[in-house]
């Protein structure tokens, strides 16, 4: 089966400057993460789905990070305006049900801010 | 909030050599345990996980043993090669199923 896919790969764009991210997961996977991972740092949950409701975007900065999943399939992230701590990986992440199951990543676009 | 906490990196090993990886968690009721792995380059993987106290998960040679009374999770490896050389993450998924990671531990391995 065909597995997340995430684009673009790599991203730079001057600060204050927006960038969204794009990412298909797994088909018929119900639910959908985004995460930022900082340079040596873990992956830090930014916002959880549920088909296309929000479970969880408690660490989501919505002063300037913004999400959505239409239609419970793909999902895009958005940031505007962009600042220079902004620069990490982002993950995209879906799994199979609501249950403690393991979740599938996306190869991640790495996004520089200068 | 439910938490992992794991051993700080790097580790430097030579091939062989016998690897553990601690990991420790914090969490209200009864979550999944997972050890992810990132190769150079490469996106974040499934290595083993475990759904309840005693499970052993196992991958690739390596193994971990969900551990209830010490809130454990400690991935451990009888012989690493050189392939091994990779950043490990310790992972749990909470009853309200937030996947939370911990830091990553950067492990090289030397021929």
């Known amino acids: 089966e065909a597995g997340v896919a995430q684009s673009p790969r790599y991203k730079i764009i001057e600060k204050r400057q927006s960038v969204a991210f794009w990412c298909n997961p797994i088909s018929g996977h119900a639910t959908l993460y985004w995460y930022q991972q900082i340079l040596g740092q873990g992956p830090k949950l930014l916002i959880q789905f549920q088909n296309n409701g929000v479970v969880d975007d408690s660490q989501l900065p919505k002063d300037r990070f913004s999400a959505e999943r239409l239609k419970g399939v793909d999902s895009t992230l958005k940031i505007q305006p962009a600042k220079l701590e902004d620069s990490a990986v982002y993950l995209c992440a879906s799994s199979a049900r609501t249950g403690k199951a393991e979740a599938f990543f996306g190869q991640g676009t790495r996004l520089t801010v200068v | ?111």
């Open chain 2, 1 to 111: 909030g439910d938490s992992v906490t794991q051993m700080e990196g790097p580790v430097t090993l030579s091939e062989e050599a016998f690897l553990t990886i601690n990991c420790t968690y914090t969490a209200t009721g009864y979550p999944s345990l997972f050890w992810y792995v990132q190769y150079p380059g490469e996106g974040l993987q499934l290595l083993l996980k475990a759904t309840k106290a005693d499970d052993k998960g196992s991958n690739k040679g390596f193994e971990a043993t969900y551990r209830k009374e010490t809130t454990s999770f400690h991935l451990e490896k009888g012989s690493v090669q050189v392939s091994d050389s990779a950043v490990y993450f310790c992972a749990l998924c909470s009853n309200d199923y937030k996947l939370s990671f911990g830091a990553g531990t950067t492990v090289t391995v030397r021929a």
